[in-house]
């Protein structure tokens, strides 16, 4: 099996939240398509930035949903698309 290179862990906080607050928080979250962690993860990354106190080594947020679909050739202009059929 091959190992992974090893990268920090993430904290783990317990959060007490009102259950009014977490309500708002997972009902934000699902209109964003994003789990009520990451919301909550996206609005202190946010909040810092905004403030002037965002970590310079902290990681980016992590980019929702799949990635970018790679252009076929033909799609990108390749030399395959200009060509003329004889």
């Known amino acids: 099996m091959t190992e992974r290179p ?8 317990l959060l007490r939240l009102d259950p009014a607050v977490h309500d708002a928080l997972a009902r934000w979250a699902a209109d964003e398509l994003r789990s009520t962690n990451a919301q ?3 609005l202190l990354r ?6 002037g ?7 980016p947020h992590p980019r929702r949903g799949r990635p970018p679909r790679e252009p076929a050739p033909e799609e990108a202009g390749g030399p395959e698309a200009n060509s003329d059929p004889e």
């Not at 946010?46 to 403030?51: H, I, W």
């Not at 106190?53 to 990681?59: F, G, H, I, N």
């Open 6 to 13: 090893s990268r920090p862990a993430r904290k783990q906080v």
């Open 40 to 42: 909550i993860d996206f």
């Open 46 to 51: 946010k909040a810092l930035a905004e403030a």
């Open 53 to 59: 106190r965002r970590p310079k080594d902290a990681r």
